[in-house]
């Protein structure tokens, strides 16, 4: 079946740095990803969709500037948290369909990415 | 009011007990999803439903689209079966707003052997 990974798997890092988080289809073409966040005991939040080739958009209240996402091929989008600070802590989770179906197939979601700032 | 309630937001159960989770939602949809949670984050899709029932192994998912109503049953429930349960909608557009899902907040079940 269609698997999506996401890479790492676990991210604590010091406050000020940036962080990149992959998400790969890896038996799929992916024109769109998803990027949810998820805070404890909440539900996930879409914060942008992802689009191969062009600018991801944004969720209301979502910084672009401090999430930034980049889609260059049909089975890689990034998420680089910028200057991270503890209060984006979170977990990070992405998700994606292969090009050509529509919401009405199952969305594959990667493990997600649990990130800590100290 | 958020647009998919579920109830109940708590479920603890015995083993070997009927489950039902429930999932009222207000907008138009095209299709409702039924997620599963485990304890490490990561997200599995059960179900994606437009309409009836789908039946998967000891998983039942029913939807009444002229209600907004949707309900996950587990029968003959096992430890394993501990996560947590989301319902998300896909909205009835299209254009950007292909595949975006709005999540309900998530029924937390844990079954007790």
């Known amino acids: 079946g269609a698997v999506v990974s996401q890479h790492p798997s676990w991210v604590i890092c010091k406050s000020g740095t940036s962080v990149k988080i992959e998400c790969r289809s890896l038996?799929?073409?992916?024109?769109?990803m998803f990027w949810y966040r998820q805070f404890p005991k909440q539900s996930l939040m879409l914060m942008a969709t992802?689009?191969?080739?062009?600018?991801?958009?944004?969720e209301q209240g979502v910084e672009k500037d401090k999430f930034l996402i980049n889609h260059a091929s049909l089975t890689l989008s990034t998420l680089t948290v910028t200057s991270a600070h503890p209060e984006d802590s979170s977990f990070y989770i992405c998700s994606a369909n292969p090009t050509g179906t529509d919401s009405n197939q199952p969305q594959h979601f990667g493990d997600g990415t649990r990130l800590s700032i100290l | 009011k958020n647009e998919v309630e579920q109830s109940p937001q708590n479920l603890t159960a015995q083993e070997g007990e009927f489950i039902t989770i429930n999932c009222s939602y207000s907008?138009?949809?095209?299709?409702l999803h039924w997620l599963q949670q485990h304890p490490g984050g990561g997200i599995v899709s059960l179900f994606m439903l437009s309409s009836g029932k789908k039946k998967h192994g000891r998983l039942i998912a029913t939807i009444n689209i002229q209600e907004k109503h949707s309900s996950l049953h587990i029968t003959a429930s096992h430890p394993r079966d501990s996560a947590v349960y989301i319902c998300a909608v896909g909205r009835r557009a299209g254009g950007t707003s292909y595949g975006k899902l709005t999540f309900g907040q998530g029924t937390i079940l844990t079954v007790h052997p």
């Open positions: 992802s689009n191969e080739g062009s600018k991801a958009t944004y």
């Open positions: 038996d799929f073409q992916a024109t769109t």
């Open positions: 907008v138009g949809i095209s299709a």
